[in-house]
């Protein structure tokens, strides 16, 4: 195991919340409601904190949430690219 | 690509399960708008897919959009209407796109590969211990710490705990690949892995190490 496998062991033992019950499926069902408000600017520390919680454990939502979340801003500027420019 | 016709939530779910017609044009509507998504985080938010075509990510775009128009049609009834419909049709098609990835660059992985329990920390610990800067006080000291994580790894969890927490914590495979292959579900094995860390950090706790020390420890 490398370095940077042992650095990525201690920082899972910290970000080991005790209180994060949160399932991925419960998580995952308030994505698009909260995805359009971050994408708007709002804070997710303030909007659901249990959700931020989660994201901050479960690398497969954080990703899937981002990817939402990128998505949306960019359907909101009316994409800047599409397959024909990029 | 033509642009589709704007819906509120009621046309979009009217439509979708309106006439054949009506249907029709809806559907080929989603399709083109998750398509577009789509393609826009395939090629502006995924650096591993650099080495592709334009074309090549079109016709990837095209393929994934397929796949989650029928899954929203699958789980219209779903719908709760907690956001726009077609936010929520794109949190599917995101859902689609990245499993679809995912399994594609685990697509050789086998729970077998992850390292046996006794090579965790010996390679860990050649790493860690050799560093020119350390003074052989230092050294010893690391090397006292590696040996109670040793321990608290092994005390500590089942091995069914280890092997998801190697698989998902330190080598980074998705949970959903890690759950396909161990038998189980997303939602389990995140439970798995979670009870897992939270074992880990309170063994070592017991044994006086602090997160905060074992942090400033291992800094270089």
Known sequence: ?86 | MQMQTERTNEQWLADLTGTPDVQSYALEDLRQRLQRGIFFYLSRERSDLAQLSNQELTQMAEDLAQDATLRVLENLNSFRGDSRFTTWATKIAVRVAISDLRRARYKDFRLDDLTADDELLPLTSKALLTSSTLTPEEAAERADVLTKIDRALRDALTERQYQALEAVAVRGVPLEVVAERMGTNRNALYKLVHDARRKLRSHLETQGISMAYMLDLFQD
């Open chain 1, 1 to 86: 195991m490398s370095q940077d496998h042992f650095n990525k062991l201690l920082q899972c033992i910290l970000a080991a919340h005790e209180d994060d019950q949160m399932s991925c499926e419960v998580c995952t069902e308030q994505f698009d409601c909260l995805a359009e408000q971050v994408a708007a600017g709002a804070d997710m520390h303030v909007l659901l904190p249990a959700v931020e919680k989660h994201l901050s454990c479960c690398p497969d939502c954080r990703e899937e949430f981002e990817a939402l979340v990128s998505i949306i801003r960019a359907e909101d500027e009316d994409f800047t690219i599409t397959s024909e420019n990029k």
